[in-house]
């Protein structure tokens, strides 16, 4: 076999991942918030990007009534330049102002009494300079606004401010501070004391002598190590905190667990007392510093609205006041790419007319997805928006993407952090996909989530003298059809945060 040289054509297909590609998967991803932030960015930057904030297309015809208005205000201006008496000398004499007020000075000025005071030239530069006038209606630069909103004060600034009562020497000040750098947002101090001695080159004894000074300051229970500790500091305050109550604080793991029996032997106290006591516990704070927690907490805003048709049907359309509204501008391109004569300049503005664009592109096929997306789920869940939670299908990934002709990873992406708001609620997307148990009987499976709803449907309907148990549990469910193991009621028992039967037993018996 010879060997040399020859020319083979191949032909082949891969993926290449552009940075358009990537953008519009980023943007496909992305939440209602983290959308508004990523175009709030690329409004910034990229100068051919403009927000269109006009309804329905009003923002030129709006531009085009300010400049009339504008050109008006300028003609009237200049016919009333002539006799505008700000152009004109003032006359500051009281004679001079009572005549073209046609009245006595005091008529206007009762305070003066009609008499006119010298000001000091100097006298006034100084007060001027003493304290600057910000005046709102000046226009100054000067003038700040959020100089006279109240500030929202921390938890740190309020101890700090009252530090000086509770220490005085200047070592314990220093220690002082850094015990309030350590506490959490609840108020805790979660430190060791042996390190933080070590740290600071003090004794645990001066260390723990600081704390307790410290524990006495506002609002009570901060500086605790624990929720014992949290709530004896309150209990002490309000004087309550005698023999019975510290051995139910000291054993508040007990309270938690609803063993009502054990506490009222180690407080030897009867049902009443002991019910009595519990109330107090609850009507405390276990986290007095959360009351300075500033952290605003995002509302969810739906990302698509479904409302049911006239024919018996449900109509999906997207909430278009989520959705950022951006415009290319074709003209400031061509305006500054004939004026341009550096071939970088005009290389930068072709880039970044070319990812306007894109990014105005993706929006929409981003909008068009979602819609596609949230109108198959609503066609698939038609039960449950009609009759309940109970009626959930089964649902995967792949019946959706089969169904729009997309792939799976699409409509993972697009089920992310996006919401549709039902005539049952706000949910989201991902919430209508669940995993499918199958039926005792042969029929249709069932969704996990609607057998979730259903064991807690059971255990809240549940008679205080006779709780069901995981195996009770298991017993009705395949009773109803449901083919379901003892292990998976109890994975979705703890799922929803419900205690076992043994801890029901006894928070419901104590109840009654």
Same mark, same amino acid.
């Given at each position: 076999m010879a060997i040399g040289p020859k020319l083979e054509f191949r032909q082949s297909q891969q993926l290449v991942m552009t940075p358009q590609l990537m953008q519009a998967i980023k943007l496909l991803q992305l939440s209602n918030v983290d959308l508004i932030a990523h175009i709030n960015s690329e409004l910034e930057s990229n100068p051919f990007l403009e927000r269109d904030d006009s309804p329905d297309g009003a923002g030129p015809a709006a531009e085009t009534s300010a400049s009339e208005n504008s050109s008006d205000n300028d003609a009237g201006s200049a016919e009333m330049q002539e006799g505008d008496w700000l152009n004109n000398e003032l006359e500051t004499t009281p004679e001079a102002i009572s005549s073209n007020l046609d009245s006595e000075l005091s008529n206007v000025f009762p305070d003066d009494n009609g008499e006119s005071q010298s000001v000091d030239p100097v006298q006034q530069k100084a007060d001027n300079w003493q304290a600057p006038s910000h005046n709102a209606s000046s226009g100054t630069s000067d003038y700040n606004l959020e100089a006279f909103v109240a500030a929202e004060v921390s938890l740190s600034e309020h101890l700090q401010e009252q530090l000086g009562f509770a220490v005085s020497n200047p070592t314990d000040i220093l220690i002082a501070q850094q015990l309030i750098d350590c506490l959490d947002e609840s108020g805790y101090l979660r430190i060791d004391a042996d390190e933080m001695s070590a740290r600071l080159g003090v004794?645990?004894?001066d260390l723990e002598r600081v704390i307790l000074a410290l524990q006495g300051l506002d609002p009570v229970g901060v500086f605790a190590r624990d929720l014992s500790e949290c709530l004896k500091l309150q209990l002490k305050e309000k004087d309550r905190y005698d023999p019975a109550m510290q051995a139910l604080v000291e054993n508040i793991e007990l309270l938690a667990l609803?063993?009502?029996?054990?506490?009222?032997?180690?407080?030897?106290?009867?049902?009443?007392?002991?019910?009595?006591?519990?109330l107090e516990i609850k009507e405390l704070n276990p986290k007095p510093g959360a009351a300075f927690n500033t952290e605003v907490t995002q509302p969810i805003v739906p990302d698509a609205f479904v409302r049911p048709a006239s024919d018996g049907g449900w109509i999906v359309e997207l909430n278009t006041e989520s959705l950022p509204k951006v415009l290319v501008n074709q003209s400031y391109y061509s305006e500054i790419s004939q004026s341009s004569k550096k071939d970088k300049e005009l290389a930068y503005f072709t880039d970044s007319l070319q990812t306007a664009n894109w990014l105005v592109k993706s929006l929409d096929q981003r909008a068009r997805t979602i819609l596609k997306v949230s109108s198959e789920i609503v066609r698939q869940q038609d039960g449950f928006l009609t009759y309940g939670v109970q009626h959930l299908r089964p649902m995967n990934l792949r019946v959706v993407a089969d169904a729009i002709g997309m792939h799976e990873s699409t409509v993972s992406r697009v089920t992310s952090n996006k919401y549709i708001a039902t005539p049952r609620g706000i949910f989201e997307l991902k919430y209508f996909f669940s995993a499918a148990i199958a039926s005792s009987e042969g029929g249709?499976?069932?969704s996990a989530e609607s057998v979730r709803y259903r064991?807690?449907?059971?255990?809240? +309907?549940?008679?205080?003298k006779k709780i069901l148990s995981d195996d009770a549990l298991v017993k009705i469910l395949k009773d109803d059809g449901v083919d379901i +193991?003892?292990?998976?009621?109890a994975k979705y028992r703890e799922a929803l945060r419900i205690p076992s039967s043994v801890q029901r037993r006894r928070e419901k018996k104590s109840l009654t």
């Open positions: 004794t645990e004894q609803h063993d009502l029996t054990k506490l009222k032997r180690l407080c030897r106290v009867d049902d009443e007392d002991l019910k009595d006591m519990i249709e499976s069932h064991i807690k449907q059971l255990i809240d +309907a549940e008679d205080p +193991a003892r292990r998976t009621v």
